[in-house]
């Protein structure tokens, strides 16, 4: 799909959490993406990517998760822009690990840290929308349970929806084990027919695909933006 580059204004601002904000932005000019992609901000000389949170299922806006905390150097940028434009720069769309790149036939694995849930919860409204019947499950770590922020919606599709499952690790609660040791105590069989893809910060990322490379995943069955940021390094 091809980047184009567009003002949007910002059509909301909605506190999900003490540290995460929905961030609503409305296009000037609209252009279609696939779940799982994300944007990029332009602030002063440097973009910042974030991952859309919602499916394209028609409302023409994009809905971002913004971890906020006071004081974090990477958001005074952006947070300045929308207090003295009330607008900003974007360059959409943008990623390879989004939901034409999943088979069809084969049953997906997401693992989430924090706000990576924002695509995952993109691809899953899509899988929900179109009634796909392949089964799938969310492995979703954070800090604390507020930061789990919408824990409650995906216990309401899991409810509705046979064939997805949820789990969640608060590592507050539990320091050692991760989310990858949390999916292979509940898949004691051969993970080989799965698609698994993985969302959160960078070095999660790693970590979690180093641990599942070690146990014998093969890395084609392996999908996440962060990998393209590693090999540009």
């Given at each position: 799909?091809?980047?184009?580059?567009?003002?949007?204004?910002?059509?909301?601002?909605?506190?999900?959490?003490?540290?995460?904000?929905?961030?609503?932005?409305?296009?000037?000019?609209?252009?279609?993406?696939?779940?799982?992609?994300?944007?990029?901000?332009?602030?002063?000389?440097?973009?910042?990517?974030?991952?859309?949170?919602?499916?394209?299922?028609g409302s023409h806006k994009y809905e971002l998760h913004i971890r906020h905390v006071q004081g974090n150097p990477f958001d005074q940028p952006l947070f300045a822009t929308i207090k003295k434009e009330g607008a900003v720069t974007i360059h959409v769309p943008m990623g390879d690990c989004h939901i034409d790149r999943l088979?069809?036939?084969?049953?997906?694995?997401?693992?989430?840290?924090?706000?990576?849930?924002?695509?995952?919860?993109?691809?899953?409204?899509?899988?929900?929308?179109?009634?796909?019947?392949?089964?799938?499950?969310?492995?979703?770590?954070?800090?604390?349970?507020?930061?789990?922020?919408?824990?409650?919606?995906?216990?309401?599709?899991?409810?509705?929806?046979?064939?997805?499952?949820?789990?969640?690790?608060?590592?507050?609660?539990?320091?050692?084990?991760?989310?990858?040791?949390?999916?292979?105590?509940?898949?004691?069989?051969?993970?080989?027919?799965?698609?698994?893809?993985?969302?959160?910060?960078?070095?999660?990322?790693?970590?979690?695909?180093?641990?599942?490379?070690?146990?014998?995943?093969?890395?084609?069955?392996?999908?996440?933006?962060?990998?393209?940021?590693?090999?540009?390094?």
């Amino acid at each position: 799909m091809t980047t184009i580059t567009t003002k949007a204004q910002i059509e909301s601002i909605t506190p999900l959490t003490d540290s995460i904000i929905q961030l609503i932005l409305l296009p000037e000019q609209y252009t279609d993406y696939l779940a799982g992609q994300y944007l990029e901000i332009q602030c002063d000389n440097e973009s910042i990517a974030y991952s859309i949170a919602n499916a394209p299922l028609g409302s023409h806006k994009y809905e971002l998760h913004i971890r906020h905390v006071q004081g974090n150097p990477f958001d005074q940028p952006l947070f300045a822009t929308i207090k003295k434009e009330g607008a900003v720069t974007i360059h959409v769309p943008m990623g390879d690990c989004h939901i034409d790149r999943l088979d069809k036939n084969k049953p997906v694995i997401f693992i989430a840290g924090g706000t990576g849930f924002a695509p995952v919860k993109a691809i899953i409204e899509q899988l929900l929308a179109t009634g796909d019947p392949r089964s799938y499950e969310l492995y979703w770590g954070a800090r604390s349970q507020s930061d789990l922020y919408l824990d409650e919606k995906v216990k309401q599709w899991q409810s509705h929806v046979s064939h997805f499952r949820y789990y969640s690790l608060l590592s507050c609660n539990n320091a050692k084990e991760s989310l990858a040791s949390l999916l292979l105590s509940r898949h004691n069989d051969d993970l080989s027919h799965y698609q698994i893809v993985i969302s959160g910060p960078f070095n999660m990322v790693y970590a979690t695909r180093d641990m599942l490379l070690a146990r014998g995943i093969n890395k084609k069955q392996l999908f996440s933006d962060a990998f393209s940021f590693e090999q540009q390094e």
